[in-house]
């Protein structure tokens, strides 16, 4: 499984992501500099988490409206898995390419612990190695994680299995404890927890791992 | 052209700029004449106490700075050790304390922002940060406020960097009300052979200026942080700087990627007194002169007069010595980062500073007395005098007194605190917030630092001398707790008015503590800071020398925590209790008084006995560890229980009161437990060393229990009251 870790100014989560993937599928991903948008193809695109261009305006927001992302989102439509953590998350959401949109956490702390959640879609292209119903433990690391889409939207993510995580308790005010949601199509998932973050024991636990060991079951 | 050389110097305006007459006369007769106004600003800070260590420097002088593993001391922008396999770490406090209590947010932020520069100044990544932070009585109408700020502000920086704020100290106590203390650390990794220095050279080359523009903020930051504090210190706010620490994540990238090259001679960042400092140092460290053209100087207001470019304090900003031919190459790096590169002068033989503007020559002054010339004072003091050891009541009610002290302010659960921090970035952090040292792994390899910031002031004001030792002894205790062997300190000394003669003996009694400590614990001092002036209105802190340990675990996977592996492990004491309650947390918050001598540190003993800890936890014996420190044995106990979710159950004996065995601060002892043949093997190795060793107990239940009942505590309700005071405080809004 070939992967890219796309890199933005202030991302600072590429380091992680890279070792994860690197780690699980055994193949170093491709850096991708924003600036290089017209990079290899790859069978797997990860947006890493950090603060691209420094949080400001709005998370996310800068980078969305980025040379790369418009290849990135020309990419996701062509059906490549794409996969965004915490500010790639963001990132996303701002694109378009997810719904919802995700707002200050709801006592305006950011928040740094493991959480535990649920795996609310054990069927999708990045959960299938999970069990349904299952309770994983993730770190979040997030000053802006509250998830928020109108409730129309939100009952149409839950009917379609949409949404692939939920918190187990309340951490930022999410609508429904939304912890990650996919498109439509199911090849893109976005979350605030981290996974990279999960992946041995000495970290604290590895239940992040078979987020990457989904898609890998599903790209053979 | 205007250029604020018009402005006359007066007596006033000498005195405005911090400079008695003596250091102005002695201005004047280095120069060869009167100083111009832009010349006066530049002395002013380079003679501040914050930049020329005027009080301190002679007693600085003193301490251990040496081993064979420090590839570099004090003098440089950090301390560098070598740990093994070709592998560097890199390491510095600071303190930015004055601006923190004007402006809580922006001065804890760019109290982070300042030493992380300090550290990749020097080529090293930087891999955690920590800190030690000291507010006022929790009662006082500003300290809610206070710790808000600071504590968003280090996570505002540290984390949008992307470098894990892993731990540190809180502590609160009214000495600080009117100045709190924001001491920042922050530990980086380099290649022993590539580390970069400061010193300038090569006539002729280019000085480089990256990152932020210069603007009019933190002007005269050095002076402000070399003063008491008065009621209007408040309107000092415009000398707070305000930082960006995205500019500073572009600012590590581009840095470091710049020094995978080979164009760099000599790299400073722009701290305390910005391009004033920056370029004085370089320059006298080099032995050449400087020659800056400030119309280049990338601005970012205007109109700025070279008095302002000198001594602005804006963030984010680097200067660097190129070899000649390298500054398109590296323009082209910061260019990609969007960052400003400007050749802004170039290096003389002349042995001056000298400022261009608007083609003419607006300030020449020689190096050599900008530095050599500064002022050293041997100020008077006078020893704090000895307390005589004293013994403390019992409480009336144990276990409402344990709960107090373990569910109080001073040793509550920090969680409010860290989970506001990133801890975790970087993927290394394998003992978090917590325990008795942070623990992250060396990227890529088995090896991992440990680190911890430590300091009982209490001891300090109670004994100076005893209280350095502690301090020093503490950080090294703790860095043993978890396995490692500790390598190195760096310090940040906070004290109040060094003219002062009792303040200056609190500070010389300290230092004489911190090196004898140093010296039989192997444990050098390999960079720091002072910060005196720590007063409000006439009344200083209590005497402050934090201490920020760092040492190395060959094997990472053998690393103790504080943690009881569940029911059933046996419970070892190591080392000896003695009727030592004075100027302890049991006395002075329970009884409501602060007398008496403070523990005696003995460094033989606290050396053998940590040693003894060490080898249980390398050779795999213990994996449960912890250090015995502010409010004793049943302080201990309960983290241990509360973080392995186990209760224990332990008998003291009747040597010495239960109270006494339960809250007496006796130095070099550690907790340990594991299976009880294990902890068999360990009391008799320990004996047989001629080590105190005593088997207190066994862990289970959902109870402390002390004496069968003589205390005995809830678990849950101890751990609900421990986790509990810091967010129900703060939640109150005054």
């Known amino acids: 499984m070939k992967s890219a870790v796309i890199v933005f100014p202030g991302s600072n989560c590429d380091r992680d992501m890279a070792v994860a993937l690197e780690k699980i599928t055994g193949q170093k991903p491709l850096m991708v500099w924003h600036q290089d948008y017209d990079f290899d193809k790859v069978d797997f695109i990860a947006l890493p988490g950090g603060f691209s261009y420094g949080d400001y305006l709005r998370c996310g927001a800068m980078s969305a409206r980025s040379h790369v992302m418009k290849e990135v989102v020309k990419r996701a439509e062509d059906g490549v898995p794409t996969f965004g953590v915490?500010?790639?998350?963001?990132?996303?959401?701002?694109?378009?390419?997810?719904?919802?949109?995700?707002?200050?956490?709801?006592?305006?702390?950011?928040?740094?612990?493991?959480?535990?959640?649920?795996?609310?879609?054990?069927?999708?292209?990045?959960?299938?190695?999970?069990?349904?119903?299952?309770?994983?433990?993730?770190?979040?690391?997030?000053?802006?994680?509250?998830?928020?889409?109108?409730?129309?939207?939100?009952?149409?993510?839950?009917?379609?299995?949409?949404?692939?995580?939920?918190?187990?308790q309340d951490i930022n005010g999410a609508q429904r404890r939304i912890a990650g949601v996919m498109n439509a199509r199911g090849n893109v998932l976005g979350m605030m927890p981290h996974p990279e973050r999960m992946i041995e024991s000495p970290l604290g636990g590895s239940d992040g791992r078979k987020m990457f060991e989904s898609v890998m079951n599903t790209l053979g | 052209m205007k250029n604020g050389n018009e402005i006359k110097i007066t007596p006033e305006l000498v005195k405005e700029h911090g400079l008695n007459e003596e250091e102005y006369a002695r201005i004047k007769s280095a120069m060869g004449r009167e100083p111009n106004y832009t010349e006066l600003g530049i002395y002013s800070v380079m003679w501040s106490e914050h930049c020329s260590y005027k009080s301190s420097r002679f007693h600085l002088k003193k301490l251990p700075t040496k081993a064979p593993w420090v590839i570099q001391g004090p003098g440089e922008n950090a301390g560098v050790i070598d740990i093994g396999d070709g592998q560097a770490a890199i390491f510095k406090m600071e303190s930015h304390n004055h601006p923190s209590y004007i402006e809580p947010y922006q001065g804890a932020a760019t109290g982070v922002g300042g030493i992380l520069r300090d550290v990749f100044t020097m080529g090293a990544r930087p891999v955690a940060n920590m800190n030690a932070l000291r507010f006022g009585e929790p009662s006082h109408p500003k300290t809610r406020h206070l710790v808000a700020g600071v504590v968003e502000g280090i996570g505002g920086y540290g984390n949008c960097v992307g470098v894990p704020t892993v731990g540190g100290e809180t502590n609160f106590d009214p000495?600080?009300?009117?100045?709190?203390?924001?001491?920042?650390?922050?530990?980086?990794?380099?290649?022993?052979?590539?580390?970069?220095?400061?010193?300038?050279?090569?006539?002729?080359?280019?000085?480089?200026y990256v990152g932020s523009k210069t603007g009019r903020d933190g002007i005269h930051g050095a002076t402000m942080a070399s003063a008491e504090f008065t009621d209007d210190s408040e309107e000092k706010r415009p000398t707070v700087q305000v930082g960006d620490p995205f500019t500073e994540k572009l600012l590590i990238e581009a840095c470091l990627e710049l020094m995978a090259t080979d164009a760099i001679i000599a790299i400073q960042d722009m701290g305390a007194a910005g391009l004033t400092s920056s370029s004085v140092e370089m320059a006298s460290k080099g032995g050449v002169g400087f020659e800056l053209d400030l119309d280049t100087v990338p601005q970012r207001e205007t109109n700025m007069l070279p008095y302002e470019m000198m001594l602005s304090e804006s963030q984010e900003r680097m200067l660097?010595?190129?070899?000649?031919?390298?500054?398109?190459?590296?323009?082209?790096?910061?260019?990609?980062?969007?960052?400003?590169?400007?050749?802004?002068?170039?290096?003389?033989?002349?042995?001056?500073?000298?400022?261009?503007?608007?083609?003419?020559?607006?300030?020449?002054?020689?190096?050599?007395?900008?530095?050599?010339?500064?002022?050293?004072?041997?100020?008077?003091?006078?020893?704090?005098?000895?307390?005589?050891?004293?013994?403390?009541?019992?409480?009336?009610?144990?276990?409402?007194?344990?709960?107090?002290?373990?569910?109080?302010?001073?040793?509550?659960?920090?969680?409010?605190?860290?989970?506001?921090?990133?801890?975790?970035?970087?993927?290394?952090?394998?003992?978090?917030?917590?325990?008795?040292?942070?623990?992250?792994?060396?990227?890529?390899?088995?090896?991992?630092?440990?680190?911890?910031?430590?300091?009982?002031?209490?001891?300090?004001?109670?004994?100076?001398?005893?209280?350095?030792?502690?301090?020093?002894?503490?950080?090294?205790?703790?860095?043993?707790?978890?396995?490692?062997?500790?390598?190195?300190?760096?310090?940040?000394?906070?004290?109040?008015?060094?003219?002062?003669?009792?303040?200056?003996?609190?500070?010389?009694?300290c230092l004489e503590g911190m090196g004898e400590a140093c010296r039989a614990l192997d444990y050098p001092i390999v960079s720091g800071n002072v910060s005196l002036y720590n007063e409000t209105n006439g009344k200083g802190i209590l005497p402050t020398p934090a201490i920020g340990g760092v040492g190395v675990m060959k094997d990472s996977a053998r690393m103790a925590t504080v943690a009881f592996g569940g029911a059933g492990q046996t419970v070892v004491l190591i080392g000896e209790t003695k009727d030592e309650l004075g100027a302890s947390l049991y006395q002075r918050e329970i009884m409501g008084e602060d007398a008496g001598a403070p523990p005696h540190v003995d460094l033989t003993l606290e050396r053998r006995n940590g040693d003894f800890v060490r080898a249980l936890i390398e050779n795999g014996q213990v994996a449960t560890c912890h250090d015995?420190?502010?409010?004793?044995?049943?302080?201990?106990?309960?983290?241990?229980?509360?973080?392995?979710?186990?209760?224990?159950?332990?008998?003291?004996?009747?040597?010495?009161?239960?109270?006494?065995?339960?809250?007496?601060?006796?130095?070099?002892?550690?907790?340990?437990?594991?299976?009880?043949?294990?902890?068999?093997?360990?009391?008799?190795?320990?004996?047989?060393?001629?080590?105190?060793?005593?088997?207190?107990?066994?862990?289970?239940?959902?109870?402390?229990?002390?004496?069968?009942?003589?205390?005995?505590l809830d678990l849950h309700a101890l751990k609900a009251a421990h986790e509990g005071w810091l967010p129900t405080y703060m939640a109150n809004a005054s």
């Open chain 1, 86 to 168: 915490c500010n790639g998350f963001q990132i996303l959401t701002e694109t378009g390419l997810l719904p919802g949109a995700l707002m200050r956490n709801a006592n305006l702390h950011f928040v740094c612990k493991d959480v535990k959640m649920t795996v609310e879609n054990a069927d999708s292209m990045f959960t299938n190695a999970y069990k349904a119903g299952e309770e994983i433990t993730i770190p979040v690391a997030h000053h802006d994680g509250n998830y928020f889409a109108d409730d129309e939207t939100l009952d149409r993510l839950e009917g379609e299995g949409q949404v692939a995580f939920k918190y187990a």
């Open chain 2, 175 to 208: 000495s600080y009300n009117g100045n709190i203390l924001v001491n920042a650390m922050t530990v980086g990794l380099a290649d022993a052979d590539k580390i970069f220095y400061c010193a300038a050279a090569g006539v002729g080359n280019p000085v480089v």
């Open chain 2, 320 to 509: 660097m010595v190129l070899k000649p031919g390298r500054e398109d190459m590296a323009k082209a790096i910061f260019e990609k980062w969007e960052l400003d590169f400007a050749v802004i002068g170039h290096i003389t033989d002349t042995g001056n500073l000298t400022l261009k503007f608007g083609g003419e020559v607006v300030g020449d002054m020689p190096i050599n007395s900008l530095v050599e010339d500064a002022p050293e004072y041997e100020r008077p003091f006078e020893y704090t005098p000895k307390r005589q050891a004293i013994s403390v009541k019992a409480p009336a009610d144990l276990n409402k007194a344990a709960m107090d002290l373990i569910g109080g302010p001073n040793l509550c659960s920090r969680r409010w605190i860290w989970e506001q921090y990133d801890h975790m970035v970087m993927g290394d952090t394998i003992q978090r917030p917590g325990g008795d040292a942070a623990v992250v792994r060396v990227h890529g390899t088995e090896k991992a630092l440990a680190i911890s910031t430590d300091v009982t002031p209490r001891y300090c004001f109670a004994d100076p001398v005893e209280g350095g030792r502690q301090a020093v002894a503490e950080t090294w205790r703790n860095i043993t707790a978890v396995g490692a062997l500790p390598l190195a300190i760096t310090n940040c000394l906070n004290f109040g008015n060094p003219e002062r003669k009792d303040i200056m003996g609190q500070f010389v009694g």
């Open chain 2, 628 to 712: 015995l420190s502010d409010g004793g044995l049943i302080a201990a106990l309960a983290d241990m229980a509360m973080a392995g979710g186990v209760g224990v159950n332990v008998t003291v004996g009747d040597d010495l009161p239960v109270h006494t065995h339960l809250f007496s601060e006796s130095q070099a002892r550690y907790l340990v437990a594991t299976d009880a043949d294990t902890a068999e093997e360990i009391r008799k190795e320990a004996k047989d060393a001629g080590i105190p060793v005593t088997v207190l107990g066994e862990t289970g239940g959902e109870r402390i229990t002390v004496n069968h009942g003589a205390l005995d």
